[in-house]
């Protein structure tokens, strides 16, 4: 099955498996993607993933983080974009481009600034983000940023790109006024599950209409939100509770799914959690030391970053696992239940995402019809010719992911690459990969 061609609405994929959004330092300072860039999507491609799912690529100009992660905010970044997504096809490999907003969760910063902390609500979030307390958007900046979602899609469409995939998980703004924990309005876009919804509902019908009927259009969902994975303090606490710890639920969800089928969309891409990293879209590790890597390049830029980088130095490695690393383990094919019933609920072809590792659980998943696509990125990250593997009839790599998260976290301040020095020979040979990745010509 693995190896089956699939249609997904107006294109031809030539298998099963489509990388993952993965994102990395690989654009210029300005957010215009480099040939680093490029190099990085086509090592995917000439490698037989049947179609590259970008990383989040920014639809707002000013609320972009971390600092050379590529944007889509403005016509001048198309010309380059389209250069790299050609590159991609010429592999015949489809290339969809992922689209969001970061809202709160911007990560750093060269400098603070006061779009970062433009979210659903006014909060406390110790956790994610940098910014001391959220700030909630006006209504004129919701309109706003369904505008760049909008924009950003045809821009992605005259990019070329094969469709576009609109991202309403991993705690991102849609995915923020989606979760009754961090959407605390009043107003026509929280309250009630609907409202809430209000704003991912207004992103779809826009982009549909600026993308036109024929073009693919798919959502990146979480299916069940776990607010209390990983641990984190939010304040105000918001009542009633469950909203609190829990975030939505499979029964909100599905809810959803259904009202964007209704919508038109083409397809869904299915994970869990809220917030980036979660243990349900990274199953694995908590990364100690890379977390700390991450805490230290940002801890000039608030209060709150500052006293969280010197917990995070402080308190034993021990103590940081028991607390911050509660509930991160390696679960296979960890969302397959989810897509499954986000499939049989909506109709929709689902792509499920998140623990697939070996051709046995990739065929089995699809055999079953629990999904109809696999998504994947660490797995593909640490072994570049993973098809090939399975294609000569391997179950999986010699040296396979060890789900380490070190890649998702360090990867926001170093390039882009494994991290796991058990993987390999010697530290040379981890950096020389590394470097592979982005930089060089073919092979």
């Known amino acids: 099955?693995?190896?089956?061609?699939?249609?997904?609405?107006?294109?031809?994929?030539?298998?099963?498996?489509?990388?993952?959004?993965?994102?990395?330092?690989?654009?210029?300072?300005?957010?215009?993607?480099?040939?680093?860039?490029?190099?990085?999507?086509?090592?995917?491609?000439?490698?037989?993933?049947?179609?590259?799912?970008?990383?989040?690529?920014?639809?707002?100009?000013?609320?972009?983080?971390?600092?050379?992660?590529?944007?889509?905010?403005?016509?001048?970044?198309?010309?380059?974009?389209?250069?790299?997504?050609?590159?991609?096809?010429?592999?015949?490999?489809?290339?969809?481009?992922?689209?969001?907003?970061?809202?709160?969760?911007?990560?750093?910063?060269?400098?603070?600034?006061?779009?970062?902390?433009?979210?659903?609500?006014?909060?406390?979030?110790?956790?994610?983000?940098?910014?001391?307390?959220?700030?909630?958007?006006?209504?004129?900046?919701?309109?706003?940023?369904?505008?760049?979602?909008?924009a950003g899609a045809r821009r992605a469409r005259e990019a070329g790109c094969d469709g576009v995939e609109i991202a309403a998980h991993k705690g991102y703004l849609i995915h923020q006024f989606l979760n009754p924990g961090t959407n605390r309005r009043t107003?026509?876009?929280?309250?009630?599950?609907?409202?809430?919804?209000?704003?991912?509902?207004?992103?779809?019908?826009?982009?549909?209409?600026?993308?036109?009927?024929?073009?693919?259009?798919?959502?990146?969902?979480?299916?069940?939100?776990?607010?209390?994975?990983?641990?984190?303090?939010?304040?105000?606490?918001?009542?009633?509770?469950?909203?609190?710890?829990?975030?939505?639920?499979?029964?909100?969800?599905?809810?959803?799914?259904?009202?964007?089928?209704?919508?038109?969309?083409?397809?869904?891409?299915?994970?869990?959690?809220?917030?980036?990293?979660?243990?349900?879209?990274?199953?694995?590790?908590?990364?100690?030391?890379?977390?700390?890597?991450?805490?230290?390049?940002t801890r000039h830029l608030s209060t709150k970053a500052s006293i969280r980088a010197m917990l995070l130095n402080g308190l034993p490695r021990a103590v940081l696992t028991a607390i911050f690393g509660r509930g991160w383990a390696y679960r296979p094919a960890v969302n397959l239940d989810y897509a499954r019933s986000f499939k049989e609920a909506t109709g929709l072809p689902v792509i499920a995402n998140g623990g697939f590792d070996t051709r046995t659980e990739i065929d089995a998943a699809i055999e079953s019809g629990q999904c109809d696509l696999i998504a994947m990125a660490r797995p593909l990250l640490a072994n570049p010719d993973l098809l090939n593997v399975f294609r000569n009839g391997t179950n999986g790599p010699e040296r396979p992911c060890t789900h380490c998260n070190r890649c998702a976290i360090a990867t926001a301040v170093l390039p882009l690459g494994c991290y796991d020095r058990s993987r390999f020979d010697s530290q040379e040979a981890m950096e020389a990969q590394i470097l592979w990745w982005s930089g060089g010509p073919p092979d």
């Open 1 to 150: 099955m693995l190896f089956e061609p699939f249609r997904l609405k107006t294109i031809e994929l030539k298998n099963r498996i489509l990388r993952s959004s993965m994102g990395g330092k690989t654009s210029y300072y300005g957010g215009a993607v480099s040939p680093a860039w490029q190099r990085f999507d086509t090592r995917f491609a000439e490698r037989g993933v049947a179609a590259i799912i970008s990383a989040t690529i920014s639809v707002d100009n000013r609320r972009w983080a971390p600092l050379q992660y590529p944007k889509i905010s403005e016509d001048r970044f198309i010309g380059p974009i389209q250069s790299g997504v050609r590159a991609v096809q010429a592999h015949d490999c489809r290339y969809i481009m992922q689209i969001g907003d970061g809202g709160y969760h911007a990560q750093m910063s060269i400098l603070a600034k006061p779009e970062d902390a433009k979210t659903a609500s006014a909060m406390f979030d110790l956790v994610f983000g940098y910014t001391n307390r959220t700030v909630a958007m006006t209504l004129e900046e919701i309109e706003r940023a369904v505008s760049n979602f909008a």
């Open 187 to 297: 107003d026509a876009y929280g309250g009630s599950t609907e409202k809430r919804f209000r704003l991912l509902r207004e992103v779809i019908e826009a982009t549909r209409k600026a993308v036109g009927p024929d073009y693919l259009l798919g959502v990146r969902l979480s299916a069940v939100d776990r607010n209390y994975l990983p641990i984190n303090l939010r304040l105000p606490v918001v009542f009633p509770l469950q909203h609190y710890l829990m975030g939505n639920t499979l029964t909100e969800t599905l809810g959803y799914g259904r009202e964007l089928a209704k919508l038109g969309v083409d397809y869904l891409h299915i994970t869990s959690g809220f917030g980036f990293i979660n243990p349900g879209e990274s199953p694995g590790a908590w990364p100690v030391d890379e977390y700390r890597l991450y805490a230290n390049a």
